[in-house]
């Protein structure tokens, strides 16, 4: 389960030395200024859960920050890890050798913890952040330092928007039961992210690594409604009959793999009691199947059972159980006084 901070569950006087403190233990040893005209009224909180080996923490403040991992400070530690932050309100600037990045909601950046950098928040902000072990990403040091403090921006590319669509989502997984493969997709895709963004043919390597590379962006764009062969070789930088080829060694086809993928998104779905309130045709539409007849058919052929009866089925073995109230963390959208260089 996440464990939630908030500040304002504090005396006054103590919030701001508290939030340095748990600042610190959440991330990395940090020097933080905080921008309040009355420290009595300051407001943080910070969510953090771990999946594996990797740490999310998400934090939110209404006050402006200047954050600074110092020489100073990474010579006392041992950290070797990278930090994935995606904005999610507000906007924020991260800066770390020569980059340099104003980041808008929905952006997402690296920044590497063995080496000085600085982030900088104006008012009313929340970023989240995976802490992922530097071996993790499969990056060169030099690709590393390259990409740190360059921001992936969803406008540019819609690969990114769905990058970034997915790492919003992984905050929440700590509870599912196939967090670690969630968590580990959501590597997978940055990786991939971060080859388009330095240059890099993101298909190349070994034939394994090339098809996790092609599944991850399948996984992220399961619901654009463009995704296809012809699309996703675009995508992807390479032909289609190459793209058809490095799939042809293994038990199925690519156009097998994405309607496999799209299925199985519907059928879970369809157990899910948090979509109930859909109609089975709003579900498989929204999955890439806008034909209702053909999507019964191809789902009665795959599972041996009709949309509707596996529905039934699967909600009715649902056990409604107690309701506990939720905690959420306080999202504030815009910011004050922000400046950065211009993009």
């Given at each position: 389960m996440s464990r939630i901070f908030d500040v304002r569950t504090l005396p006054r006087h103590d919030r701001v030395s508290t939030?340095?403190?748990?600042?610190?233990?959440?991330?990395?040893?940090?020097?933080?200024?905080?921008?309040?005209?009355?420290?009595?009224?300051?407001?943080?909180?910070?969510?953090?859960?771990?999946?594996?080996?990797i740490r999310i923490a998400t934090s939110s403040s209404g006050a402006s920050h200047r954050i600074v991992?110092?020489?100073?400070?990474?010579?006392?530690?041992n950290e070797s890890a990278v930090m994935i932050g995606r904005q999610v309100s507000g906007a924020g600037i991260v800066g770390q050798h020569r980059n340099r990045s104003v980041l808008d909601a929905g952006d997402?950046?690296?920044?590497?913890?063995?080496?000085?950098?600085?982030?900088?928040?104006?008012?009313?902000?929340?970023?989240?952040?995976?802490?992922?072990?530097?071996?993790?990403?499969?990056?060169?040091?030099?690709?590393?330092?390259?990409l740190c403090g360059r921001a992936f921006r969803p406008s540019d590319h819609p690969f990114y928007r769905g990058v970034s669509q997915y790492l919003g989502a992984v905050a929440d997984c700590e509870d599912d039961p196939t967090a670690t493969d969630i968590v580990a997709r959501s590597v997978d895709l940055f990786r991939t992210a971060a080859d388009r963004l330095t240059g890099a043919d993101s298909v190349t390597g070994p034939d394994d690594e090339r098809r996790r590379r092609v599944l991850a962006v399948v996984d992220a764009n399961l619901a654009h409604p463009a995704l296809s062969v012809q699309w996703l070789a675009r995508t992807c930088g390479m032909s289609t009959r190459s793209l058809h080829r490095l799939f042809?060694?293994?038990?199925?086809?690519?156009?097998?793999?994405?309607?496999?993928?799209?299925?199985?998104?519907?059928?879970?779905?369809?157990?899910?009691?948090?979509?109930?309130?859909?109609?089975?045709?709003?579900?498989?539409?929204?999955?890439?199947?806008?034909?209702a007849p053909h999507f019964s058919r191809e789902f009665t052929r795959r599972y041996g059972i009709t949309p509707t009866e596996w529905r039934a089925g699967s909600l009715a073995a649902c056990k409604p159980g107690p309701t506990a109230p939720a905690t959420t963390t306080p999202r504030r959208a815009g910011s004050r006084g922000l400046r950065g260089p211009s993009r």
């Open positions: 939030w340095h403190e748990v600042i610190w233990r959440s991330y990395v040893p940090l020097d933080i200024d905080v921008d309040l005209d009355d420290p009595n009224e300051f407001s943080g909180t910070v969510a953090t859960a771990r999946v594996g080996d991992r110092t020489r100073k400070l990474v010579s006392r530690g997402f950046v690296l920044w590497d913890t063995s080496s000085p950098y600085e982030i900088r928040f104006g008012e009313h902000w929340e970023m989240q952040v995976l802490q992922v072990p530097r071996h993790r990403l499969g990056l060169s040091d030099e690709a590393i330092a390259r042809a060694g293994t038990e199925t086809t690519i156009g097998d793999e994405i309607r496999h993928r799209r299925m199985e998104t519907i059928r879970s779905q369809l157990a899910d009691p948090k979509h109930r309130h859909r109609t089975i045709s709003a579900i498989a539409r929204a999955w890439g199947f806008p034909d």
